[in-house]
C-alpha cells in the first residue's frame, strides 16, 4: 500500500475508535515504525509501505484504538528537548511540566543539591541537570518501578542523580538548595471523569490528591522545611485551580515571596517560595 493510503486507513479506524486526534496520532505512529517525518507525508505520499511496516502499523492502531497512550505504544516522550522512556509505571511527561523546569531555572545556579520528589520518569530532575553544570540531584518516588524507569533515563541521557524509594520524606536524610515536586493532585471524585487514556493507562497513585487534590503538598509544605537550606527553594507544580489554596498552604507554614506562574494556556501552574 501507498504510504499515504496506509496513514488514511490508520486516521480512519482512530476516528471511528473516538480518539481525540485521530489524524496526529495516525501520523505519528506510522512516522514510527517507518522512521519518517511529518514533510514525508506530503512530498513522499505515494511511496510503498512495506507488508512488515504494515503489519507493524495494524498492531500499533490497534492498541491506540483502545485508548493505551500513543507515548506508552512507541515508548518514549519528548520533555524540555529530551527523549524519556515512559512505561505504564509512569506519567507520561506533559509539556505544562515544562512551565516548572524553566522557573526553577531561572534560580538554579552551578553546583545546587536539588531534590525531585515524586520523580517518575526523571523527567524534571534529569532536565535540570541537564541544563544546569555540577549540580547534584536525588529523586524520590514511592513506586520501585518508576524509580527504575528514572534510572534508565538517567543512564540514557549520560547524567548522574541519585534515585530513593520513599514515601515522601521517609528515608530522606539530606538538605538541599531546591525541592520540586509535581505531586499527584487530581482530587480522587474527579478521576472517574478523567480521559480514558488517563485514569485507566496511567499510574493511579501518581494522579490521585486524596479528597481535595491537596493532600501532598500540605505533607511536603511541611516536611519540606526539614530538607531546604536556609534561603532554599521550594517548587510545586499545581492543578489549575489550586494556586490559591497552594499559596496559603506555604505562607501559612512560613515560606517568603511566594509566587504563582502560568502556563502558555494562561492557566495558573506552578507555586514557588522562599524558605527561611
Known sequence: MEYQEVYRWGASQLAEAGIEEASLDARLLLEEICGTDRNFLLVHGKEQVSGEKYEDYVKYIALRKSHIPLQQIVGYQEFMGLKFKVTPDVLIPRQDTEILVEEVMRYLHDGMHILDMCTGSGCILLSLLRYSNDCAGTGCDISQKALEVARENADALGLKASFVQSDLFETVN??????????PYIPT????????????????TALDGREDGLYFYRRIVKEAKEHLYPGGMLFFEIGWDQ??????????????EVTVCKDLAGLDRVVYGLYG
Open 174 to 183: 539530606d538538605k538541599y538548595e531546591f525541592i520540586v515536586s509535581n505531586p
Open 189 to 204: 471524585d474527579v478521576i472517574p471523569a478523567l480521559m480514558e487514556e488517563v485514569k485507566n493507562h496511567e499510574p493511579l
Open 243 to 256: 494556586a490559591q489554596a497552594v499559596s496559603a498552604l506555604m505562607e501559612e507554614a512560613g515560606y517568603q
